[in-house]
């Protein structure tokens, strides 16, 4: 008799109410599922080389051993310390190549949100080809970055180059052609090369960060009175620091660790002025075979960016905890 009740009650069970646990549990499982593929594609591509390189700087991994890496001797920290010890030319060139990195970074992130934010600023307001010149200025960064830095390279060569050649010939600002790949010119070759491609995204995002400022506000700020300046001052750069805080946290995180421009411009090896510490891990690992150290000094350029993002986001947010108080 209860067996003959539960199928009763089986049969009487509408198939819709019979079905809704498996779809509960289908819409529950199924964001999982999609994200699948890009959480396998991550651990491949990212996190399995970053716990590769970490096991790598405390071995002795050299030339010797790249057959065999389990057969390479194990370093401890001597690698970190050979890295960070200041009295030898490894340690000195690595220091050079941080603070060479640093300022190149500092002008890079500075003059791209200052041209970026300038030009969206300028090309708020709606005229007569506002979208061709939208267009213009993402080109440079619509181009892959190979292309772009190949053509700053041969822009600046010393016979031929269209810079001198605007310099010298055209505008007859100096006398003689300089070299701008190699010696003193090379950091400021660098730089203008990393600005150009660097900008139109800061560019792209403060145009985007202008889109959801109320036009009212700027409205009645006209009505009081209240200059150009003042309107940017005062109504602008305000509602644009949320935009700008991201911003300039991507803009220094690519900067710091950019590695195709000055491959690049200069080859394997960069001149003194502008080696950044990219190249010197480089130089370090594939130029004299030492694996180890060039694993160690990327650990230690992680950690660096780790401790800059971390005070970053942490004075930002005590920043904006405070505005809204």
């Known amino acids: 008799m209860a067996g003959a009740t539960e199928v009763s009650r089986a049969a009487a069970t509408p198939p819709a109410a019979r079905r809704r646990p498996w779809a509960r549990l289908r819409r529950a499982w199924l964001p999982y599922l999609l994200l699948l593929p890009a959480v396998c594609f991550e651990l491949l591509v990212h996190v399995v080389p970053m716990l590769v390189g970490i096991w790598i700087s405390f071995k002795k991994l050299t030339q010797f051993f790249i057959g065999d890496w389990g057969a390479a001797p194990a370093a401890g920290l001597t690698n970190y310390r050979f890295a960070l010890d200041f009295d030898n030319a490894v340690g000195r060139a690595l220091l050079h190549s941080f603070l060479v990195t640093c300022g190149f970074t500092v002008l890079v992130v500075g003059l791209s949100w200052l041209i970026g934010t300038g030009a969206a600023v300028l090309l708020q307001d709606p005229f007569r080809g506002r979208g061709l010149l939208r267009t213009y200025f993402l080109v440079p960064y619509a181009l892959p970055a190979y292309t772009a830095a190949i053509t700053w390279e041969f822009m600046f060569q010393r016979d031929n180059g269209l810079v001198n050649r605007l310099l010298v010939h055209e505008l007859h600002l100096t006398s003689h052609a300089p070299f701008w ?79 195709n421009t000055p491959y690049v411009l200069f080859g394997n090896v960069a001149p003194q002025q502008a080696n950044l510490l990219s ?26 960016l780790l401790l800059v993002t971390a005070v970053y986001l942490l004075l930002t947010g005590r920043g904006r905890r405070s505005a809204d108080v």
């Open 181 to 259: 790949l190699i010696g003193d010119n090379s950091f400021a070759a660098l730089v203008i090369t990393a600005v150009w491609r660097t900008w139109p995204f800061a560019f792209l995002v403060v145009t985007a960060g202008l889109q959801n400022i109320p036009a009212d506000l700027y409205e009645a700020a006209a009505i009081d009175g209240a200059g150009v300046r003042q309107r940017i001052r005062r109504i602008t750069l305000p509602s644009l620091r949320p935009v700008n805080q991201v911003l300039v946290l991507v803009l220094f995180l690519w900067n710091f660790n950019d590695f």
């Open 279 to 304: 190249l010197q891990i480089y130089d370090t690992s594939f130029q004299s075979w030492n694996f180890g150290s060039g694993s160690a000094m990327s650990v230690l350029l992680l950690l660096f």
